[in-house]
């Protein structure tokens, strides 16, 4: 199993920020909806077979490119995903479910753990990885130095982000979210979400909200999203000062315990508030406005990622 980068940690939390707020009345049209034409871009209007074989390719392709990187740093090295299946795909593909109270009990926001990762250890419960041997066989020093390449800190083609980094940076680089030609639109998609926020209807309940998290111990949050992106922060600074995977390690088990904790009380807080209908609503009146003033960009966008998927 790879260690979670900071990039992929905090671009889901990005993703989750679009696709949590594109809800809007289920009864409305779609096509008034962001995320109808936003989806597109990585899946979101697919089907549950779709969605899984859209992640396949994308996980196997993410170690292609792991494996080129690390072959052009000077090691050996077999991508998880050619000695079978290591469970990134079904990881990644396995139920989200941030408003069940069994779910979010263990998984908090799945982002230290999540349902997946049980694919993804052998049957004595250890980590897969099929470079184990070759890197037990290293010295200290080449070992130090191939950790460096896959994760950062080291030279050549992974450069300071390694080569898990570098990977993700070329699969972004062909998705049309982050490409030039749509970079006015999604400038005004961000700056839309940046300006939602200070609608007044949803300033009164991020602000109803953040106090029902200062009750229950929890104060400093300003809107409510932030309390994911505090642990996607936190887990990122994790393994920014690591120089090699320990899946064991009980900093990991005390980041999980304090990520299941904030999610419950965050899960209490939406609840006790009505977070999330309330949010639907409002945004998707501000969504239908957007959707209608931004309509030919929106098309061109989902056409070119449906044609990219």
Same mark, same amino acid.
């Given at each position: 199993?790879?260690?979670?980068?900071?990039?992929?940690?905090?671009?889901?939390?990005?993703?989750?920020?679009?696709?949590?707020?594109?809800?809007?009345?289920?009864?409305?049209?779609?096509?008034?909806?962001?995320?109808?034409?936003?989806?597109?871009?990585?899946?979101?209007?697919?089907?549950?077979?779709?969605?899984?074989?859209?992640?396949?390719?994308? #996980?196997?392709?993410?170690? $292609?490119?792991?494996?080129?990187?690390?072959?052009?740093?000077?090691?050996?090295? *077999?991508?998880?995903?050619?000695?079978?299946?290591?469970?990134?795909?079904?990881?990644?593909?396995?139920?989200?479910?941030?408003?069940?109270?069994?779910? *979010?009990?263990?998984?908090?926001?799945?982002?230290?753990?999540?349902?997946?990762?049980?694919?993804?250890? #052998?049957?004595?419960?250890?980590?897969?990885?099929?470079?184990?041997?070759?890197?037990?066989?290293?010295?200290?020093?080449?070992?130090?130095?191939?950790?460096?390449?896959?994760?950062?800190?080291?030279?050549?083609?992974?450069?300071?982000?390694?080569?898990?980094?570098?990977? $993700?940076?070329?699969?972004?680089?062909?998705?049309?979210?982050?490409?030039?030609?749509?970079?006015?639109?999604?400038?005004?998609?961000?700056?839309?979400?940046?300006?939602?926020?200070?609608?007044?209807?949803?300033?009164?309940?991020?602000?109803?909200?953040?106090?029902?998290?200062?009750?229950?111990?929890?104060?400093?949050?300003?809107?409510?999203?932030?309390?994911?992106?505090?642990?996607?922060?936190? *887990?990122?600074?994790?393994?920014?000062?690591?120089?090699?995977?320990?899946?064991?390690?009980? $900093?990991?088990?005390?980041?999980?315990?304090?990520?299941?904790?904030?999610?419950?009380?965050?899960?209490?807080?939406?609840?006790?508030?009505?977070?999330?209908?309330?949010?639907?609503?409002?945004?998707?009146?501000?969504?239908?406005?957007? *959707?209608?003033?931004?309509?030919? $960009?929106?098309?061109?966008?989902?056409?070119?990622?449906?044609?990219?998927?």
């Amino acid at each position: 199993m790879q260690r979670p980068t900071a990039v992929a940690l905090l671009g889901a939390a990005v993703l989750l920020v679009l696709t949590g707020c594109a809800g809007g009345d289920a009864d409305a049209d779609p096509r008034s909806t962001l995320d109808y034409y936003l989806g597109a871009a990585w899946g979101g209007d697919l089907g549950t077979p779709e969605q899984r074989e859209q992640l396949q390719r994308e #996980s196997e392709r993410r170690d $292609q490119l792991v494996a080129q990187c690390m072959t052009a740093a000077g090691f050996d090295y *077999v991508a998880p995903g050619a000695v079978g299946d290591a469970g990134a795909p079904a990881a990644a593909a396995a139920a989200y479910e941030p408003d069940s109270r069994d779910w *979010v009990r263990q998984y908090g926001y799945g982002i230290v753990t999540s349902p997946g990762q049980a694919d993804a250890v #052998s049957p004595t419960g250890q980590a897969v990885d099929p470079n184990e041997d070759y890197v037990a066989g290293l010295d200290d020093e080449r070992r130090a130095q191939y950790y460096a390449a896959l994760y950062g800190g080291g030279e050549g083609e992974g450069a300071a982000g390694g080569c898990h980094d570098w990977a $993700q940076q070329e699969l972004e680089g062909d998705n049309p979210l982050t490409s030039g030609e749509h970079a006015e639109l999604i400038e005004a998609v961000n700056g839309f979400y940046a300006d939602l926020q200070t609608v007044p209807e949803l300033v009164e309940l991020n602000a109803q909200w953040a106090a029902c998290m200062t009750g229950s111990g929890y104060a400093g949050f300003s809107v409510q999203r932030d309390a994911e992106t505090s642990i996607a922060e936190a *887990v990122a600074e994790y393994y920014g000062r690591q120089t090699a995977w320990e899946p064991d390690d009980p $900093q990991l088990a005390v980041l999980a315990d304090e990520e299941a904790a904030l999610a419950l009380a965050d899960l209490d807080c939406r609840e006790e508030t009505d977070f999330r209908a309330r949010e639907a609503t409002v945004t998707a009146t501000w969504e239908k406005t957007f *959707v209608a003033e931004h309509r030919e $960009q929106l098309e061109a966008f989902k056409a070119d990622a449906e044609a990219v998927g």
